[in-house]
């Protein structure tokens, strides 16, 4: 049995968090507009970093979402039944270790034509600083009153599960999301996400451009409509 622990970057984690997405930080703008264009309500800015990688991309989304709650997003990232029945599934997901707050899986995505799929093997932790207010005095995550939930998501290796030949092992070098709930508006929630990825393998640079650029984008669309699959649009505040 292997301990998946706390043994995450949690300084990183907060240094990204309080970084402003500012060209002297190395960001560039991206993107501006809404999530889904059913509901105007809901907005995203999407940033990119320049890449060395000819197979990795790093970025991050500031979003806003109406009527949406940090505990059901959570719970649809958490518990690996709901990205089964998402809108876009993993070929493959399974956990390998669940320790509390913390687990272990293995995801398989379904990549288009000519790719080869890409499997990660990635360590979680997930701490809600109402939920769990001594492990956020632990790992001195901020100090906030009001609701928020931390997520980080690390690519392990582990002997008892090594690279395959197909699919390709990629790496999310780092991928960290913040959900805070809006102190003076309870119908509003807050989404930050940085993401580290490196895909490996051969990827022509036209569709390396293409995930570039769409990544973010799908991320945070599946996140609302997948959310509202789950829990419904009446629910949105």
Known sequence: MYASGLEFDIAQFKTVMEEAPSKENGWNFIYEGMVDKTFSDSTMKIYSKEENSKTGFTTRVDAVMKGVKAKNVMLMIRDINYRKKAERPPKKIKILEKVKNTDVIYVELDLPDPLTNRDLLQKRLFVGNKDDPELVKKLDLFDWDHEYHAIIVESIERADYPPMTKPIRAEMKMHHMLLEEVPDDPTLLKIR????MELNGEIPD???KAIREN??????????DNYLKFFGAKTRG
Do not use: E, F, K, W
């Open 206 to 208: 036209s569709m390396m």
């Open 193 to 196: 996400v940085v993401s580290n």
């Open 215 to 224: 990544a973010p984008i799908r991320m945070m669309t599946s996140i609302l």
